[in-house]
C-alpha cells in the first residue's frame, strides 16, 4: 500500500501483467485433472451469440477414483502440478521434466536460444515452449517464462564464480 501525506492513493489502472503475474502462480500451484475427451459442460449460449461452432463446450473435471466415498463429503480432484510453491511452473512436476529442460552443462543453467539480439524458450517439434508447465499459453506466460529462465541462469553464473568448484 502506497501513503502519501495526501493519504491512501488507490491505483484506477491494472494491466495486463497483474493478470499474467496471478495466471503464472496459478501454474505453479495446481492443474486439476480433466477427462480426456468424453466428458463436457455444454454452457448455453444465448440465441445469436457468435461463440465458434455455436457450443461451448468446458470439459469436465475429473473426480479422483482414489479415494474412498465414505471418507469424503464432497468430491475432490487430482492435482497434476505439484501443489508446493517450488516453481514448477518454470521446472515441471517431474524430474524427468526438469531434465529435458537442463543444458547438462557443468552450470546447472536451463535451455535457451538466441535469435538475433533475443533470447528465447526453446520449442518442441509441435512448436511448444519447453517449460515446466505450457498449457493455456499465451504472450503474458512467454514473457515470464522467459524472464524466470534468463534469471535461473544469471543466478547460475553468480554462484559459478562465487562457488568454481560447485557441480551443475
Ligand atoms: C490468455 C489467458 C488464459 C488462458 C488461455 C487460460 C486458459 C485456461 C484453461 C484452458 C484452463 C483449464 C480449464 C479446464 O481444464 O477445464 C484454465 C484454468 C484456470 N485458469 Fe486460466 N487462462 C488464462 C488466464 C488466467 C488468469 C489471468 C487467471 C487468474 C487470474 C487464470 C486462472 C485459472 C484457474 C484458477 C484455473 C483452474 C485451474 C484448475 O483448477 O485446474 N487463468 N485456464
Redesign the pocket.
Known sequence: MVRRAGGFIPATTLNLLA??W??FQ?HDW???E?YQSDEFYDIQLPPGDEWPHGKML??C?KPDETLEPSDINCPGYKNTNTAWWDGSQIYGSSEATTESQRTKDPDGKLLLTQRGKGVFLPHDDSGNPKTGFS??W?T?MEMLHTLFAMEHNAICDMLRAAYPVWTG
Open positions: 493478470a499474467a496471478i495466471q496459478i495446481f492443474q486439476h480433466s468446458l470439459p473435471t498449457d493455456n499465451w503474458g
